[in-house]
């Protein structure tokens, strides 16, 4: 006999699975892809500034203004993003006011 949780329903235990191959996939994707940009990004901030100006490795990379603005443009976006997605989470799940005449 297993230990069941009486309290937990059914429909919920189905939702908390293990990841599939598709989503183990897709999140070692993500987790490539961030550490890819993480070390372009390090690289570009941290040590460009002390390689030679004419050095071939300053061609991969673009001028250090963007280093600033990129990053600041890319967190308003995100802060849009969130903002907007909780505006219409909160606009879809509100409750109709009671009039009273």
Request: hydrophobic share 50%.
């Amino acid at each position: 006999p297993t230990s069941r949780d009486p309290d937990v329903d059914d429909s919920l235990r189905k939702v908390v699975t293990m990841a599939t191959g598709v989503d183990q996939l897709v999140g070692m994707g993500l987790v490539g892809f961030s550490l890819l940009l993480f070390t372009y990004y390090t690289i570009w901030v941290i040590v460009l500034p002390f390689v030679d100006s004419r050095h071939i490795l300053h061609s991969y990379f673009l001028s250090r203004e963007y280093a600033v603005i990129l990053p600041a443009v890319a967190g308003l976006l995100l802060v849009l993003l969130v903002g907007t997605f909780i505006a219409i989470v909160m606009w879809k799940n509100r409750k109709p006011t009671k009039k009273t005449d």
